[in-house]
C-alpha cells in the first residue's frame, strides 16, 4: 500500500512543473522605492514580463536585490490577472545610502589623526558608489572614487579611484637602523566589473601609481639613500563568491573574495623599490544567532614576493606591521 500510494504524489510533482509552464508573467511592479529607479531594480531581476512564472527566479530576485547597498529588504507578491497571466510585485525597504564618516585616531607622533568622508551608495538611483575622504596623518591625503557595478548592463560595469596619499613611514632596517619617511603615493585606478550570477563575480583594472620617499629623520649611512621614488604599473584582478543573504543588518551564509595583483616598476634608481606581486584570500561565514545575534569570522591569507627589502609591508592596522613598517598598503612578504 506505501509503494502504491507514492504514484499519484509523483504524478503530481511531474504534472506541476508543466503546468506552471504555462504561467505567464504579465506584468512586473516594484513598490516602496523611494531613490532606487524602477528600471534598474527590473534591469537586476531575472523575472520580465512575458517570462514564464518560476518561484525559483522570484526568490533569486529577492535575494540580489537585498544584496545591493541601498536595500535593507525585499519580497515579493504573484497577483494573478485572468487566464494564466500573473502580476508581480516586488516590496523593497531602502536604506538611508548617504554615509557620512568621521574616525579619529593617533599617528606614529602621537599627535591626533583623522579622517572625514562622505559616500552616496545609491548615485543617480542606480547604486552606483560615488565620494571620497580627507585625512589628517601626519600629513595632508584625499581621494575620489566612483564604482557602478551595473552601469551598462545587468553585468558589467566599471568603477575609477584616484588617491593622493601622504603618510609619514617608519622603516626599520636589517641592521638596527630606523628612519622615517614622507611617503607620498599619487595613483590612479580603473575597473571593469563582470557578474557572471548572483554568486560569482570578476573584476580586472590597471593602477597607475607614482610613489616618492623622502628623508625625514632617523639614523642614515651610505646604503640607505635620503630619496627614493618609482612608477608603478599593477594589474589587479579579483574573484568573489558570494552565498550570502541579507535582512536588514543582518548576514547569513559563505563568501570567499580572491585578488591579486602583479606590479611592474617602470622607472627607479634604486633595489628597495622593485616588482612584486601579491595574492591574498579571504574567506567569510556569518551565521545568524538568535532573533538579534549575528556571528561573523574571516580568515585571511596573504602570500607575495619582495620580502627582502624592508619597503615589503602587509599592514595589520594602520600604523605597525608584521615587518614594522606601517600605514601604507601591503606590498609583500606574508
Not at 512575458?50 to 541601498?70: H, I, N, T, Y
Not at 585606478?189 to 554568486?199: A, D, K, P
Not at 550570502?244 to 543582518?250: G, H, L, M
Amino acid at each position: 500500500m506505501k509503494v502504491y500510494s507514492l504514484v499519484p504524489v509523483c504524478l503530481l510533482l511531474l504534472i506541476l512543473p508543466l503546468s506552471a509552464q504555462d504561467r505567464l508573467v504579465a506584468k512586473v511592479e516594484v513598490e516602496g522605492n523611494k531613490r532606487t529607479r524602477d528600471w534598474f531594480l527590473k534591469r537586476l531581476g531575472y523575472v520580465k514580463e512575458g517570462s514564464m512564472l518560476d518561484s525559483a527566479r522570484l526568490a533569486s530576485d529577492v535575494r540580489r536585490f537585498k544584496l545591493l547597498p541601498s536595500v535593507a529588504s525585499a519580497s515579493f507578491e504573484v497577483i494573478p490577472e485572468g487566464d494564466e497571466n500573473y502580476k508581480v510585485v516586488y516590496t523593497v525597504v531602502e536604506n538611508f545610502a548617504i554615509i557620512p564618516g568621521l574616525n579619529v585616531t593617533q599617528d606614529v607622533n602621537d599627535d591626533i589623526a583623522f579622517r572625514t568622508s562622505l559616500f552616496d551608495f545609491n548615485f543617480l538611483g542606480q547604486n552606483q558608489t560615488i565620494g571620497g575622504f580627507y585625512s589628517r596623518n601626519v600629513f595632508d591625503s584625499y581621494d575620489f572614487y566612483w564604482v557602478a557595478p551595473n552601469l551598462f548592463t545587468r553585468k558589467w560595469g566599471i568603477g575609477i579611484n584616484y588617491q593622493n596619499n601622504v603618510l609619514q613611514e617608519p622603516i626599520f632596517f636589517d641592521d638596527g637602523r630606523d628612519v622615517n619617511y614622507k611617503f607620498d603615493s599619487r595613483a590612479f585606478e580603473f575597473r571593469i566589473f563582470y557578474e557572471h550570477n548572483f554568486n560569482n563575480r570578476f573584476d580586472l583594472g590597471l593602477n597607475f601609481a607614482d610613489e616618492d620617499y623622502g628623508f625625514l629623520n632617523g639614523n642614515l649611512h651610505e646604503e640607505i639613500p635620503e630619496e627614493l621614488g618609482v612608477q608603478r604599473i599593477s594589474v589587479v584582478g579579483q574573484y568573489e563568491y558570494n552565498n550570502i543573504t541579507n535582512e536588514y543588518q543582518y548576514v547569513d551564509g559563505f563568501r570567499n573574495l580572491f585578488t591579486y595583483s602583479f606590479t611592474l616598476a617602470s622607472k627607479g634608481d634604486n633595489n628597495f623599490l622593485r616588482n612584486f606581486f601579491i595574492g591574498r584570500n579571504d574567506t567569510e561565514y556569518f551565521l545568524r544567532v538568535g532573533e538579534r545575534g549575528n556571528w561573523a569570522n574571516r580568515l585571511r591569507l596573504g602570500l607575495a614576493s619582495n620580502a627582502t627589502t624592508p619597503f615589503a609591508p602587509f599592514a595589520l592596522d594602520n600604523q605597525i606591521n608584521i615587518r614594522g613598517v606601517g600605514n601604507v598598503v601591503d606590498r609583500g612578504t606574508a
